[in-house]
């Protein structure tokens, strides 16, 4: 059972350019929850999707950007017109449909750099 | 909404001595507390979690002590080896809602040989 996959694991943008980040939560697991991490600091929580829905998006800046879980394919995080203050690793996890709901599982990352 | 507050920041323990890392969390309708291990660049790692209808869960050499009145929970690792340095996040959630975690800040254990 492969675990929660992520890519890219590295993604550079200039100020202005878009960053699309992939999450494909482990198989059978439908929760997908997206954290930001700076440098030497905690989780944040961003949203938080089930497919076709966001179920959560509080953590979220409402400005630039935007996450989708659809039908098909992988969980996307889009950051529009990046700036530096973007600059961190973006973790996704997933959790099960049922049982141990809460137990959540969490990608490699991606660490994005924006110059 | 939910905060949760760690300590130490930084542990130092030598080898085969234990390490103790509190947590304390402001909503006591949080009932999940999950620990995790975060390894330098690598992803978050769920080594142990506990529910608010236990108050204590053991695994190994790693142990979780909840107390819900005082709303507070520590992880316990016994006979420490090199390997188990890393940076340890407590986390706290609520049942029934929306599963989102609050995290600590962390602690970074580094255990000496």
């Known amino acids: 059972n492969a675990g929660v996959m992520q890519n890219p694991r590295h993604l550079v943008r200039r100020r202005g350019q878009e960053a699309r980040l992939r999450c494909s939560p482990m198989k059978g697991h439908s929760h997908v929850y997206w954290y930001r991490q700076l440098p030497e600091e905690g989780l944040k929580f961003m949203v938080y999707l089930q497919k076709e829905n966001i179920i959560d998006e509080s953590g979220m800046p409402k400005e630039r950007f935007s996450a989708e879980f659809p039908k098909e394919g992988p969980s996307i995080l889009r950051i529009q017109q990046v700036v530096r203050g973007d600059s961190a690793a973006y973790f996704c996890?997933?959790?099960?449909?049922?049982?141990?709901?809460?137990?959540?599982?969490f990608g490699p990352g991606t660490r994005l750099l924006v110059l | 909404g939910e905060n949760v507050e760690q300590h130490p920041s930084t542990l130092s323990v030598q080898e085969g001595d234990s390490a103790v890392i509190k947590c304390t969390y402001s909503?006591?309708?949080?009932?999940?507390f999950p620990w995790y291990k975060q390894e330098l660049g690598k992803r978050p790692q769920l080594i142990i979690d506990i529910r608010s209808n236990v108050g204590e869960k053991k695994d190994q050499r790693i142990a979780v002590t909840l107390n819900k009145t005082a709303k507070h929970f520590s992880l316990h690792i016994t006979e420490t080896q090199p390997e188990d340095s890393a940076v340890y996040f407590c986390?706290?959630?609520?049942?029934?809602?929306?599963?989102?975690?609050?995290f600590g800040k962390g602690t970074k254990l580094s255990v000496k040989p």
């Open positions: 996890a997933s959790s099960p449909t049922t049982g141990s709901a809460l137990a959540q599982y």
């Open positions: 986390a706290a959630s609520e049942v029934g809602s929306q599963g989102n975690l609050i």
């Open positions: 909503d006591s309708a949080s009932n999940y």
